[in-house]
């Protein structure tokens, strides 16, 4: 899977998670992407240039998310769910790709909801935007 966005910040980590093996910035020059696309397709990686030290960075610090008044409040599991209800992901589908229960996704979403204060889940996406804790994920 080739992440082509605008964001070169804390979602590098999770998109090479969630299976991505390119991540490339939109602003990134025409043969960079030819490349990086064709050789997605054969199974190669490619990391733009201009994240690849982030990239490195988070894996060697184990920072996944900035660390922020919100995300001290939360554990990192909650965190994680944060994030897949921001990109839309039903709890069925955060179980599976955290590989929980949904049961178990449900119990986090109660707290990450008190713990910042909102009603709902639109809200708390809303809030971590806000604060940097998630990328805004309109692009």
Do not use: C
């Not at 982030?54 to 996944?64: A, F, I, S, V």
């Not at 897949?84 to 039903?90: E, Q």
């Amino acid at each position: 899977m080739l992440v082509l966005t605008t964001y070169d910040d804390e979602w590098l980590i999770e998109a090479v998670r969630a299976g991505a093996n390119s991540y490339l910035l939109k602003d990134a020059p025409r043969s960079d992407l030819v490349q990086s696309v064709r050789g997605t397709m054969y199974g190669k990686s490619h990391v733009d240039p201009a994240v690849a030290g982030k990239l490195l960075q988070q894996l060697t610090t184990g920072q996944r998310y900035p660390s922020t008044d919100l995300t001290r409040k939360m554990a990192e599991q909650e965190v994680d769910v944060l994030g897949l209800i921001a990109i839309g992901f039903t709890n069925s589908s955060i179980a599976t790709r955290l590989q929980l229960s949904e049961g178990t996704v449900r119990n986090h979403v109660s707290p990450i909801l008190a713990k910042l204060e909102v009603t709902n889940r639109t809200q708390a996406v809303v809030l971590a935007m806000r604060h940097g804790v998630i990328a805004d994920t309109a692009s």
